[in-house]
């Protein structure tokens, strides 16, 4: 056994890595993933007690990355419930830092109460817009100057309204944060919440758009970090982990 948290961290990354090279378990996750798609398994969570939209093996690899970049702002566009929101500053909060922000063009009433009603309101913003309106994209680029920033993409998962976003976006991504471009499997299994009809689907989807992102100027200083994917294993962002490198 390991003698420090070090030398465990370093075998399980190699554990990772050696997992990700056979085959039989990828084959066995992507039919796995059918089911849990199937069964309306991202629906089943909630974080105190508000619903989190989010997969368990995601949330653990983003606490792991909040925990390890501690950012000052953490963007989220596409709130829902508020789960997420509170999930996120739940983490700040035993850092000692930092301020959740929370877009969303229509914030239900319920949303409202959720986080009003919670301790932790004071490290959440809740602001009502589309999240590629110019002028809150002004606010936001001025709030993040010199701060670290960490970006989850959750609302529409169109194509064209994504890879706006990522364009937008991005450039408030510090060096060594992400920008999380979420629900990426829409292209794999159609969608993820089957009790919802929805514009979007394979060809048009928050993976295409994170694909075209990568190819333009300002998605050259990203990365698809593959590892904390990996370590995920079941992921609704697969390829949507964006890591900024320079």
Same mark, same amino acid.
């Given at each position: 056994m390991p003698d420090t948290i070090k030398e465990y961290l370093l075998e399980r990354n190699e554990q990772t890595r050696e997992a990700s090279r056979t085959p039989d378990l990828e084959v066995a996750t992507h039919?796995?993933?059918?089911?849990? !798609?199937? $069964?309306?398994?991202?629906?089943?969570?909630?974080?105190a007690g508000v619903p989190i939209i989010q997969m368990p093996t995601d949330l653990m690899?983003?606490?792991?990355?909040?925990?390890?970049?501690?950012?000052?702002?953490?963007?989220?566009?596409? !709130? +829902?419930?508020?789960?997420?929101?509170?999930?996120? $500053?739940?983490?700040?909060?035993?850092?000692?830092?930092?301020?959740v922000i929370g877009i969303d063009i229509d914030i239900r009433g319920h949303t409202y109460d959720a986080i009003r009603t919670n301790p932790l309101r004071s490290r959440i913003c809740l602001i009502e817009s589309d999240s590629t309106d110019q002028q809150l994209i002004a606010t936001l680029?001025?709030?993040c100057l010199n701060k670290k920033v960490l970006i989850l993409l959750d609302s529409n998962h169109q194509h064209s309204h994504v890879i706006q976003e990522l364009i937008l976006y991005a450039p408030l991504v510090s060096v060594g944060s992400y920008i999380i471009v979420n629900d990426t499997a829409i292209?794999?299994?159609?969608?993820?919440?089957? +009790?919802q009809d929805r514009p979007w689907g394979k060809g048009n989807s928050p993976w295409t758009a994170g694909q075209e992102f990568l190819k333009t100027e300002m998605g050259q200083n990203f990365v698809i970090d593959s590892e904390v994917e990996q370590r995920a294993l079941i992921t609704a962002a697969p390829g949507g982990w964006l890591r900024r490198i320079k």
């Open positions: 039919h796995f993933m059918e089911h849990l !798609v199937k $069964a309306n398994y991202i629906k089943r969570f909630t974080w690899i983003i606490q792991e990355i909040i925990w390890e970049i501690k950012p000052d702002i953490i963007i989220e566009t596409g !709130v +829902a419930w508020g789960g997420s929101l509170l999930f996120y $500053a739940s983490i700040l909060n035993g850092i000692g830092n930092g301020e680029t001025n709030d292209e794999f299994y159609h969608h993820l919440d089957k +009790a």
